[in-house]
């Protein structure tokens, strides 16, 4: 498995993009692959979760970094991927034009959608740029209630969308949020823990569709 970029994408805010972003980051350099995140995102968040575990680590984070402005994205992939087998690029809560960019490069465009339907109703602006690029896409459902109605309602209807669904359903988990601001993976701050487990099977759906 090498070469890839995997770009994690949702017009809408909260989604968990970067904390979806950096938990597959985590799991797939624990599997032996050199991986690199890019932050695409103004807000910064990426970047400020690789300075913290830069930071917790004693200057080896395990992971290469950059960002890049959403028209430097093809530039960044280029330098990242002569040194990774991996790139996981973070972007930014809206669809326009600038993500474009990321979209075309892409291998595989991760869709976070939260349990909602307003998420939904942005997931599909997401997906038809997507498919206007011709990118494969994987839409995962985060943020659950295992036992919720909605959880389930909102679970129905990402399969009726325009786009294969994760089997892997991401639970709402203390857990992610505490990572995020440590510096840390899922896979590592307890990594017999149902996050991830969870975390794990997403990277073994993921990885089957990039071997494919």
Not at 86 to 102: E, G, M, Q, W
Not at 169 to 177: E, F, G, K, Q, T
């Amino acid at each position: 498995m090498s070469g890839f970029t995997i770009t994690v994408a949702q017009q809408k805010g909260g989604s968990g993009k970067t904390t979806l972003a950096v938990n597959l980051a985590v799991e797939f350099s624990r599997r032996g692959h050199s991986v690199a995140v890019l932050d695409t995102d103004p807000q910064g968040s990426l970047g400020r979760w690789f300075m913290t575990r830069r930071a917790a680590m004693n200057g080896e984070a395990g992971l290469d970094f950059a960002t890049a402005s959403a028209w430097g994205v093809s530039y960044e992939l280029e330098k990242l991927l002569k040194h990774n087998e991996i790139v996981i690029v973070d972007t930014p809560p809206k669809v326009d034009s600038d993500l474009r960019p990321a979209l075309r490069a892409s291998d595989l465009v991760v869709v976070p959608v939260a349990v909602s339907q307003v998420d939904v109703w942005a997931t599909e602006s997401v997906l038809e740029m997507a498919q206007r690029e011709r990118r494969k896409t994987l839409l995962v459902l985060n943020r659950a209630a295992p036992r919720a109605r909605l959880t389930a309602d909102i679970a129905g209807r990402i399969r009726e969308l325009e786009s294969p669904a994760a089997e892997t359903v991401l639970n709402s988990r203390v857990i992610y949020a505490e990572v995020l601001g440590e510096g840390q993976g899922v896979v590592e701050k307890a990594a017999r823990g149902p996050a991830a487990v969870e975390i794990r099977k997403l990277c073994n759906e993921i990885a089957d569709i990039l071997n494919s």
